[in-house]
């Protein structure tokens, strides 16, 4: 059986350029914090790959505060600032805030005070897109680089949350990204790495493969490579809508990634219908991969209006441009078909 890998939110496959640059990587032996003559070029790698990252995010002068991931980004960010956001955020970001901002029907969240406010730009579930307030504490950009563009120095907000493997990069390194001149309170304390924000050795490895596939996503997203996966996406929606007219694809119509599809299979259990797609040689998902395992409906549908019945009879198909129109069809068929099964056996 030859396999589809439809969770790209989830992680993206690495792409060649990231495992090259983390292979010539591996050569430089040096820590950076060394002032030898093998440390500085650690040193000097680890800084150009700020540079690089930086760059490709439209974040020239702002500080890139380099984590585990953007799990260890948002703590740094949120935690101990009495920040409000919504129950549509990612549960790294949830976890740090009240989550009392109100959302409406199409994932669209209310902010009354941005400097108290924690907004992602792209929803890992929905795909939905936010309109960010000037003035936002913290945004989580991590779905939303490298997919659709903006810059970081555009939205006016003081932090932002990315990491690598949403990319087609390593998994394990993120960065915070910091408006020049606002005050971050370190988390780990140790050496003072990271201008005192974040202390540890580098993962120099992570970061060399980190702004190589920043770069390149950079690349395809201006060269239109995201808006022929947006055409795939409509067509795999279409053909769905299609095959089983009861499903509702939340987001339709509405500005989102180009990538995602979250749909809604009435009567079909989410967690049953990933089983059925695996079996059948199909990756999706039930929602964000941070909550795999957890029988439960989503918490994103849920603040958006859904009943529980309904937020748990979701799926998130999420692609990217590895994935071919002949991949997409196949799936269609095959998840119409199961549907149809499935809705046969409950009647």
């Known amino acids: 059986m030859t396999r589809v890998y439809l969770d790209w939110n989830a992680t993206a496959p690495l792409r060649p350029e990231a495992k090259a640059a983390m292979i010539a990587a591996m050569e430089v032996i040096g820590n950076p914090s060394s002032v030898h003559a093998e440390g500085r070029a650690a040193k000097s790698l680890m800084e ?20 585990s991931g953007a799990t260890e980004a948002a703590a740094l960010a949120c935690a101990g600032r009495g920040l409000v956001c919504a129950g549509v955020e990612h549960d790294a970001v949830a976890a740090w805030c009240d989550t009392s901002l109100s959302v409406d029907g199409q994932g669209r969240v209310a902010v009354g005070d941005p ?14 897109l936010q309109d960010l307030p000037a003035g936002l504490a913290v945004s989580d950009l ?7 563009p903006f810059a970081f120095n555009w939205l006016g907000c003081e932090m932002g949350l990315i990491s690598a493997h949403k990319l087609g990069g390593p998994k394990g390194i993120g960065a915070l990204v910091v408006r020049r001149g606002i005050d971050v309170p370190s988390q780990l304390k140790g050496g003072g790495q990271e201008m005192g924000r974040r202390a540890g ?29 947006a055409e795939l996406r ?16 939340v987001g339709n119509g509405l500005p ?13 259990k989410g967690e049953t219908q990933v089983m059925a797609m695996d079996l059948a040689g199909f990756a999706v ?26 937020a748990g009879q979701a799926i998130r198909v999420s ?29």
């Open 48 to 67: 150009t790959s700020r540079a690089r990252i930086a760059a490709a995010l439209g974040a020239e002068g702002a500080d890139i505060v380099f984590t």
């Open 115 to 128: 400097a108290r406010t924690a907004l992602q730009l792209a929803n890992s579930e929905t795909g939905i």
């Open 142 to 148: 991590t779905q939303a680089f490298g997919k659709v």
């Open 201 to 229: 050795t580098e993962n120099l490895i992570g970061i060399a493969g980190f702004a190589a596939v920043a770069e390149a996503a950079a690349r395809d997203l201006a060269n239109g490579v995201w808006d022929e996966v």
């Open 234 to 249: 409509n067509i795999l929606e279409l053909e769905l809508s299609a095959g089983a007219k009861e499903t509702i694809s």
């Open 256 to 268: 989102r990634l180009p990538n995602t599809l979250c749909l809604i299979a009435p009567g079909w």
């Open 285 to 310: 998902s039930a929602g964000s991969a941070c909550s795999s395992g957890k029988v439960r409906a989503s918490r994103v549908l849920t603040a958006m209006g859904f009943d529980e019945a309904l």
């Open 319 to 347: 692609i990217g441009p590895g994935v071919r129109q002949d991949d997409v069809l196949r799936f269609a068929q095959v998840w119409t078909a199961a549907y149809a099964k499935a809705r046969a056996r409950a009647a």
